[in-house]
T-cell receptor, first 108, second 113 residues
Framework: SQQGEEDPQALSIQEGENATMNCSYK?????LQWYRQNSGRGLVHLIL?????REKHSGRLRVTLDTSKKSSSLLITASRAADTASYFC????????FGAGTILRVKS | DTEVTQTPKHLVMGMTNKKSLKCEQH?????MYWYKQKAKKPPELMFV???????INESVPSRFSPECPNSSLLNLHLHALQPEDSALYLC????????????FGPGTRLTVT
């Protein structure tokens, strides 16, 4: 069962621009994770943020979490063509449940 | 070794066939998972194994039968599938503590004819 919504459903930007994806969820969580998937392949874990954390950074990635609004955002700075992929948030509350995903296209 | 391997990469089977999907990891993870992903949709959880025991079955039809022979291996036995079962089947593993992300395999692309 899908946990929540992600927006936008699709995002197209130029190389070098920033990309922001948002995720909303419905239940209490232990942590929230973001994954990348390149066209029909396995998912790659990007970053995990615990429910008691508000912001986390990893390289060009910045994730925020607002548990009062049950929402999270993923910011990819200085995007590259290689960042083109589908991005999913996933909430972990005894099992990992994925949101609908955002398709990101970075044009060179 | 931080890899989850899955075999086969592609599988085409008829509705009367019996086949198995295999998954292996050597990271010492004691939790392993099967997910099903249809085109342009998010992965959907099917089964969770913790310490080689089935802990979650997301009301999956009995034509899918999981098996965890040891802490490194996870199988998914398939029998009498329907065309709507065609999908990408993803295996994943994780430490049980919930402080790290999941490691996913590349998936098996299943087509039921």
């Amino acid at each position: 069962s899908q946990q929540g919504e992600e927006d936008p459903q699709a995002l197209s930007i130029q190389e070098g621009e920033n990309a922001t994806m948002n995720c909303s969820y419905k239940t209490s969580i232990n942590n929230l994770q973001w994954y990348r998937q390149n066209s029909g392949r396995g998912l790659v874990h990007l970053i995990l943020i615990r429910s008691n954390e508000r912001e986390k950074h990893s390289g060009r990635l910045r994730v925020t979490l607002d548990t009062s609004k049950k929402s999270s955002s993923l910011l990819i700075t200085a995007s590259r063509a290689a960042d083109t992929a589908s991005y999913f948030c996933a909430t972990d509350a005894s099992k990992l449940v994925f949101g609908a995903g955002t398709i990101l296209r970075v044009k060179s | 070794d931080t890899e989850v391997t899955q075999t086969p990469k592609h599988l085409v089977m008829g509705m009367t066939n019996k086949k198995s999907l295999k998954c292996e990891q050597h990271m010492g993870h004691r939790a392993m998972y099967w997910y099903k992903q249809k085109a342009k949709k998010p992965p959907e959880l099917m089964f969770v194994y913790s310490y080689e025991k089935l802990s979650i079955n997301e009301s999956v039809p009995s034509r899918f039968s999981p098996e965890c022979p040891n802490s490194s291996l996870l199988n998914l036995h398939l029998h009498a599938l329907q065309p709507e079962d065609s999908a990408l089947y993803l295996c994943a593993s994780s430490p049980l503590a919930g402080t790290q992300g999941y490691y996913f395999g590349p998936g098996t692309r299943l087509t039921v004819t």
